[in-house]
């Protein structure tokens, strides 16, 4: 394709977006009193899904009744009206540029059903960790290290060091 | 104590409001810098585009820089701000997990949102998987509760656990990433190009 070298800067300066990043974390605390997340909006998705189809289930079970209040929906919590709001940003920045449009992004050396079947492997994996390290990368290794909290710097050394480990064995995918 | 006292005052609707708008921006940063391609995502470990690391580690420098300059400048109190907990085994053994989740599939959760709002199927395809994760959690939550649980060190940070100064700290986790920076410049520079 034509607009190879070209995509290369499409993107913004990653100083400057992680600079705009950092004032979002800061005004996040400043007015909230707490970070950023992401994984927790999926978690309360599932919650929903649960306490709907299974009710009497979901109160049985540990993990779904910390998340279950009579008074309101699990779905009424600010992560989740924050990921709606990221939603709308990402659709913004991606119209703004013309990114938007039905695709499976994949390295042109492996199928579109081998990176949708890692895919949701990938994320299987994510969730369950996320669940056991209480936040994914947003709201425990980012937010965490914001605040200088010890559970995010562990967090975030957990991950990209284990990435950096296992990236041999998964290189087909990417180079 | 600022806004914080403002908020805390306000009706919790206007919270939902705020939460919208911090998201916004929130999604809109991370698309901008290329957050919703997984193959510039992956760049990182295998050293062809470092703007994982170097987005991630600004951001953190300059939300760390930021509170605790507030916090010296009497806006906030760092003490009264929410500290994510630490449970040591925890929070290790599920970062390894979504680290080898981050590797395989190239996302992580929030990165995968924005993708999938500007209609990637993958993305999506990883945010359903992250809704089965969840659920395997939680239906198997008796086993992992042991390890969820335990360990539990505190709503600590590196001030009170180790004892040290927040501002050399600061200082020295900034120099930390210039060098970073510089380091990954240079790794670059000596590994393939890969174009996505």
Same mark, same amino acid.
């Given at each position: 394709?034509?607009?190879?070298?070209?995509?290369?800067?499409?993107?913004?300066?990653?100083?400057?977006?992680?600079?705009?990043?950092?004032?979002?974390?800061?005004?996040?605390?400043?007015?909230?009193?707490?970070?950023?997340?992401?994984?927790?909006?999926?978690?309360?998705?599932?919650?929903?899904?649960?306490?709907?189809?299974?009710?009497?289930?979901?109160?049985?079970?540990?993990?779904?009744?910390?998340?279950?209040?009579?008074?309101?929906?699990?779905?009424?919590?600010?992560?989740?009206?924050?990921?709606?709001?990221?939603?709308?940003?990402?659709?913004?920045?991606?119209?703004?540029?013309?990114?938007?449009?039905?695709?499976?992004?994949?390295?042109?050396?492996?199928?579109?059903?081998?990176?949708?079947?890692?895919?949701?492997?990938?994320?299987?994996?994510?969730?369950?960790?996320?669940?056991?390290?209480?936040?994914?990368?947003?709201?425990?290794?980012?937010?965490?290290?914001?605040?200088?909290?010890?559970?995010?710097?562990?967090?975030?050394?957990?991950?990209?060091?284990?990435?950096?480990?296992?990236?041999?064995?998964?290189?087909?995918?990417?180079? | 104590?600022?806004?914080?006292?403002?908020?805390?005052?306000?009706?919790?609707?206007?919270?939902?409001?705020?939460?919208?708008?911090?998201?916004?921006?929130?999604?809109?940063?991370?698309?901008?810098?290329?957050?919703?391609?997984?193959?510039?995502?992956?760049?990182?470990?295998?050293?062809?585009?470092?703007?994982?690391?170097?987005?991630?580690?600004?951001?953190?420098?300059?939300?760390?820089?930021?509170?605790?300059?507030?916090?010296?400048?009497?806006?906030?109190?760092?003490?009264?701000?929410?500290?994510?907990? *630490?449970?040591?085994?925890?929070?290790?053994?599920?970062?390894?997990?979504?680290?080898?989740?981050?590797?395989?599939?190239?996302?992580?959760?929030?990165?995968?949102?924005?993708?999938?709002?500007?209609?990637?199927?993958?993305?999506?395809?990883?945010?359903?998987?992250?809704?089965?994760?969840?659920?395997?959690?939680?239906?198997?939550?008796?086993?992992?509760?042991?390890?969820?649980?335990?360990?539990?060190?505190?709503?600590?940070?590196?001030?009170?656990?180790?004892?040290?100064?927040?501002?050399?700290?600061?200082?020295?986790? *900034?120099?930390?990433?210039?060098?970073?920076?510089?380091?990954?410049?240079?790794?670059?520079?000596?590994?393939?190009?890969?174009?996505?």
């Amino acid at each position: 394709m034509k607009n190879k070298e070209h995509n290369r800067h499409i993107y913004w300066n990653p100083y400057f977006g992680g600079f705009l990043l950092g004032l979002i974390i800061i005004f996040t605390f400043y007015t909230t009193g707490r970070g950023l997340g992401a994984s927790g909006a999926m978690k309360s998705g599932v919650v929903a899904v649960v306490e709907t189809v299974a009710p009497t289930h979901a109160e049985a079970n540990g993990y779904y009744s910390k998340f279950i209040s009579e008074d309101k929906s699990p779905l009424n919590t600010w992560l989740v009206f924050e990921v709606i709001g990221m939603l709308i940003g990402g659709m913004i920045s991606g119209g703004l540029s013309g990114r938007i449009g039905w695709r499976v992004q994949h390295s042109p050396k492996i199928t579109k059903r081998r990176r949708l079947y890692f895919a949701l492997g990938g994320g299987i994996l994510f969730g369950i960790g996320a669940q056991i390290g209480r936040g994914c990368t947003s709201g425990a290794a980012l937010s965490g290290m914001s605040i200088l909290s010890v559970g995010g710097f562990i967090t975030t050394f957990a991950i990209f060091g284990t990435g950096f480990l296992v990236a041999y064995f998964f290189r087909k995918n990417w180079i | 104590m600022g806004l914080l006292t403002l908020i805390n005052t306000i009706p919790y609707e206007w919270d939902n409001v705020l939460a919208i708008i911090i998201g916004l921006a929130f999604g809109f940063v991370l698309e901008s810098s290329g957050f919703s391609s997984s193959r510039k995502l992956a760049g990182v470990f295998y050293g062809y585009d470092f703007a994982v690391l170097k987005v991630f580690f600004t951001a953190a420098v300059v939300a760390a820089i930021g509170l605790y300059y507030m916090d010296y400048l009497g806006f906030i109190s760092v003490g009264q701000l929410y500290v994510h907990p *630490t449970y040591l085994w925890g929070g290790i053994i599920g970062g390894a997990i979504m680290g080898v989740g981050f590797v395989a599939a190239g996302f992580c959760p929030g990165t995968a949102v924005t993708s999938a709002a500007i209609g990637k199927i993958d993305a999506m395809v990883y945010i359903g998987g992250i809704m089965i994760g969840v659920f395997i959690f939680a239906e198997l939550y008796s086993l992992f509760q042991p390890l969820y649980e335990g360990s539990f060190l505190g709503n600590i940070t590196v001030v009170d656990y180790f004892d040290l100064n927040p501002y050399w700290f600061i200082f020295i986790l *900034t120099i930390a990433a210039i060098l970073a920076f510089i380091l990954t410049d240079l790794i670059r520079k000596r590994v393939k190009k890969v174009f996505y």
